[in-house]
């Protein structure tokens, strides 16, 4: 049988189990149950398509992208598009993010995650219009799944940032005196793509600077350490208000144990975990 022929029923059937362990998150079975069929039917271009989306739930958008060398002739070309423009997006090549989205709404208009993509490919672009054009398809076409970013003042999110700093322990808050906690609307570009691999254009914070566990009296003045938070990430990332103040504080947490170089057991005895 040609590799490539179309997938009998019986495989299409596992194909679909794989897919319900990657909704699962069961990751490694869903690994286990396509190497299976990978060994029967090698690189099929369908294969390709689930294991380029297991690649990217696994956080490997580059191994995403070579899981799709071939797989535009699978059986749904705008879901290939749309996983390539994924891949690429996570790494930070929003042109190529945004041409490879274009497509697969050209192939299929109503694919909403395209569209909900091609909004955070534009608005890192920096073109408001365009993200909140596919932002609002996006919602019309599955609501549930693209309610929209939560709205909230930037008063009510910078409220929301010092009461986060404040209910740090005492002995964090301590260590914080000459470090900058700032608000930006999103992530540079520049800061993304400055180490490899790059960081995800969706991060919701970000600690810039050596940790004090590197730093010692005899240092040259420096740049001071600064923690970042990304407001339109996260708002993206939160249904109401109150799931907005648990993730700025525990985003926050997570930041400041970057900047005091804690371990998982330290970041509990430090009361951040």
């Not at 271009?45 to 989306?53: E, Y």
Request: glycine residues 6%; hydrophobic residues 40%; aromatic residues 4%.
């Amino acid at each position: 049988m040609s590799p490539f022929e179309t997938l009998t029923e019986s495989e299409w059937e596992r194909v679909e189990q794989v897919w319900r362990l990657i909704e699962k998150g069961e990751l490694d079975s869903a690994r286990r149950d396509l190497t299976g069929l990978q060994h029967e039917r090698g690189r099929h271009p369908d294969l390709g398509i689930v294991d380029a989306a297991l690649h990217l739930e696994a956080g490997e958008p580059q191994d995403a992208l070579e899981a799709l060398h071939g797989a535009e002739r699978s059986a749904d070309p705008a879901q290939f598009f749309h996983l390539r423009a994924l891949a690429h997006f996570e790494l930070v090549q929003l042109e190529s993010a945004r041409d490879d989205a274009e497509r697969a709404i050209t192939v299929n208009p109503a694919l909403a995650e395209a569209h909900e993509l091609l909004s955070r490919v534009y608005e890192h672009l920096g073109d408001e219009t365009q993200s909140a054009v596919h932002a609002t398809t996006a919602q019309d076409l599955d609501a549930e799944s693209f309610p929209g970013a939560l709205e909230v003042s930037d008063e009510d999110f910078d409220e929301l940032v010092e009461q986060a700093l404040g209910e740090l322990p005492e002995r964090v808050r301590n260590e914080l005196h000459e470090v900058r906690v700032l608000v930006q609307p999103l992530p540079e570009r520049h800061v993304l793509t400055g180490g490899t691999p790059p960081l995800p254009p969706d991060i919701l914070g970000l600690f810039v600077g050596r940790h004090l566990m590197e730093r010692s009296h005899s240092d040259l003045p420096d740049e001071p350490p600064a923690i970042y938070l990304f407001r339109r990430n996260l708002l993206r990332s939160c249904a109401d208000r109150d799931e907005l103040a648990r993730e700025i504080r525990i985003t926050l947490q997570h930041e400041v144990g970057h900047l005091l170089g804690l371990d998982e057991d330290e970041l509990e005895e430090w009361g951040l975990a």
